[in-house]
């Protein structure tokens, strides 16, 4: 492990300096393991829900929760294979998320290939983000710690919740800003933060470096959260390779369209307030003949990039090294692909 002496944040890099897959390429040979580990726990299920699980386990995602608990690890005094298990149930906790969240939607494509409710219908996908929740927290127990187990436990229920709250809020006018907040943090968030939290726990850092650790990977998580709400806008299915617009044809009122309603003439947000209350599709064309359209994204992806910044500022407690470097290269990968949602 190579480590460096430990120098000021500001000796960091303020820009990229490697190529865009540097971060997770650094912790490649630990990720081939952890997928490795992930298709070894379809064994764990009965024969007949087998198939099932080896679906969603075999649609690779970019495992981006194992690789900020590897790296995080790293950062922390060196990877080990704890850092490598908390990954592994961390994407299986993700991977119910999706399940789950393709339901709700009517998602009808992920990565290319059909959603699981797609091919086999709803309850039984219900059943099968279930079957992935139950399987990561058994995992957990093997810790043997009950402050590990219980902040995953946390981190489960955060998840549950917010999906719900989500879902009881479409097509809610009073929605604000810090309830969309509140939920994206829930959604998404938390499962960022238990990565780099947790890793950093495992490490056995102290209760202030673990707070600071898990503070990054909300940020970095809502952040996140804010470029993929940009993206069901303004990306192309073809590109993204997953079915876009769900969020304006579920009524879901991410933040660019927080913006809009926030900027929009009082005519104009009439009228977009009537479709909502109506349950009518929020169409493209219809928000891009709106004057403050593109401003409402801008807005959606500065505030983005300023919680990018602070998640850097959060990373002070480590010391320099080449896994705390990749750390802080994460958030410039992220800060240029939303910079790619500026119309």
């Known amino acids: 492990m190579l480590w460096l002496r430990r120098t000021p944040m500001a000796a960091r890099p303020t820009t990229p300096t490697r190529s865009d897959l540097f971060p997770f390429e650094l912790v490649r040979p630990e990720l081939e393991r952890v997928e490795v580990a992930i298709r070894e726990q379809i064994c764990a299920f009965d024969p007949a829900v087998e198939p099932y699980v080896a679906y969603v386990c075999n649609t690779s995602g970019k495992r981006i929760r194992p690789a900020l608990a590897i790296l995080t690890g790293g950062a922390t005094g060196g990877v080990n294979d704890q850092h490598l298990k908390i990954g592994v149930i961390l994407e299986l906790i993700h991977m119910a998320t999706l399940v789950h969240d393709d339901i709700m939607d009517g998602a009808t494509t992920r990565r290319m290939v059909p959603t699981a409710n797609a091919k086999w219908g709803n309850a039984l996908s219900v059943l099968l983000g279930d079957t992935l929740f139950s399987h990561a927290m058994t995992l957990a127990t093997d810790f043997n710690s009950i402050d590990i187990c219980r902040k995953v436990g946390n981190s489960v229920r955060e998840v549950c919740q917010g999906e719900m709250i989500q879902t009881q809020r479409r097509f809610d006018l009073s929605l604000s800003k ?21 890793a950093g726990n495992l490490s056995g850092v102290d209760a202030a470096t673990e707070a600071k650790l898990y503070s990054y990977g909300m940020k970095l998580g809502t952040a996140y959260q804010i470029y ?12 993204v390779g997953k079915t876009l617009r769900t969020d304006l044809a579920k009524g879901k009122l991410t933040l660019p369209i927080l913006n809009l309603l926030e900027a929009a003439s ?7 307030n009537k479709r909502i209350l109506d349950q009518q599709p929020l169409d493209l064309p219809v928000l891009v003949g709106i004057a403050e359209y593109e401003g409402s994204i801008e807005s959606a992806v500065d505030t983005a990039l300023k919680l990018l910044e602070e998640s850097r500022q ?26 790619q949602c500026r119309r």
């Open 178 to 198: 810090e309830d969309y907040f509140r939920i994206i943090e829930m959604k998404t968030g938390v499962l960022f933060a238990a990565a780099t939290g947790l």
């Open 228 to 239: 993929d709400d940009c993206l069901d806008l303004v990306g192309a299915e073809e590109v």
């Open 266 to 272: 009082e005519s104009q947000r009439t009228k977009l």
């Open 314 to 339: 959060d990373l002070e407690a480590l010391d320099t090294s080449i896994h705390s470097d990749a750390l802080v290269q994460i958030t410039w990968f992220l800060a240029g692909l939303l910079n």
